[in-house]
């Protein structure tokens, strides 16, 4: 059920503390923890909470004797946040195909626009392992590496930091799948075939085809998966 927006609540120390954050930009050194309270009208037990949680996330950084610093967030901090919501909200990896669908269609659009010679040769690279992997294990580690570079092609900071974050999530989504597919007798074949196509694309700079490669791509493995079960071609 969608909440009204009147009924969503926003934490007002987390807010404050936010919006002084992006103010002081990284890099920047926090006020002592008594001036940073009486600044943000808040008690020091809940600053110290804020402080703690944002410490996890690694926004903060704190240096002994000499302060608490802002910093760039590593995608690693909200990967692990991702982790412990997707277990503490007993979400399967199943529920979030329909996000990474949606998401891989748009960065196959954007870097097919992009065109980045260099990025999609990364793309090619990987793709190019996959052919040549001798085990499963190669299989999973060059599918990963596709759509690590496939994201990382667009060029856009909000998807590659999106990619990074998700890293742990996309390696257990494929080997999930790869575990399903070790059944299938050609599945290196069928793994290279659901991803040619989306590599092509790119090097056409053409992002409606490439859009559409991957919404294939993933229509592959469902196609595969819902058969009643997997049969020699």
Not at 22 to 41: H, K, V
Not at 163 to 171: E, K, P, Q, S
């Amino acid at each position: 059920m969608v909440r009204p927006i009147e009924v969503i609540t926003v934490d007002p120390v987390s807010d404050a503390l936010s919006g002084l954050i992006r103010d002081l930009g990284e890099g920047a050194r926090l006020p002592p923890e008594r001036e940073l309270a009486e600044r943000l009208g808040v008690s020091r037990t809940a600053l110290r909470d804020r402080l703690r949680l944002l410490d996890a996330f690694g926004v903060l950084s704190r240096r002994q004797g000499s302060g608490t610093y802002v910093q760039r967030l590593d995608p690693q901090g909200l990967e692990a946040a991702l982790d412990l919501a997707l277990s503490a909200s007993h979400l399967s990896i199943e529920s979030l195909h329909s996000v990474r669908v949606a998401l891989e269609r748009q960065a196959a659009r954007e870097a097919a626009r992009k065109g980045d010679p260099v990025a999609i040769a990364h793309v090619g690279k990987a793709l190019a392992d996959m052919e040549a992997a001798a085990t499963a294990e190669d299989i999973d580690r060059a599918d990963f590496a596709f759509h690590q570079a496939l994201l990382h092609a667009t060029g856009n900071p909000a998807l590659t930091f999106f990619a990074d974050a998700m890293t742990g999530v996309l390696f257990r989504a494929v080997r999930q799948r790869r575990d399903r597919l070790r059944t299938h007798p050609r599945d290196k074949e069928v793994s290279v075939a659901a991803h040619r196509p989306l590599y092509e694309a790119l090097l056409a700079g053409d992002a409606d085809a490439a859009g559409q490669a991957s919404d294939d791509h993933f229509q592959v493995w469902h196609d595969l998966f819902t058969q009643p079960r997997m049969e020699r071609p």
